[in-house]
């Protein structure tokens, strides 16, 4: 018996591609700003028994250079007196 197919992925896997596509043609076209924010919950988390799920999506204008370089997660040094 094969596998049943995961629907629900295949279809936000299909989704999200449309969407990268809308984004990079409204933004060539100058139709979409360069930054853009969608956030939501997903009020359940499976690794957390009280927790939530928080989905972000952002866009954001950078070099080309630091296109796919990870974002700092903060000042490494800190001042202490």
Do not use: W
């Amino acid at each position: 018996m094969a596998d049943k197919p995961n629907f629900r992925m295949e279809r936000i896997e299909r989704l999200l591609q449309e969407l990268r596509y809308e984004v990079e043609r409204g933004m060539m076209e100058r139709e979409v700003d360069e930054t853009l924010t969608f956030r939501f919950v997903v009020p359940i988390s499976q690794t957390f028994r009280e927790g939530v799920v928080c989905c972000e999506f952002h866009t954001r204008p950078t070099p080309r250079y630091m296109a796919f370089m990870p974002e700092p997660e903060g000042p490494r040094l800190k001042v202490v007196k």
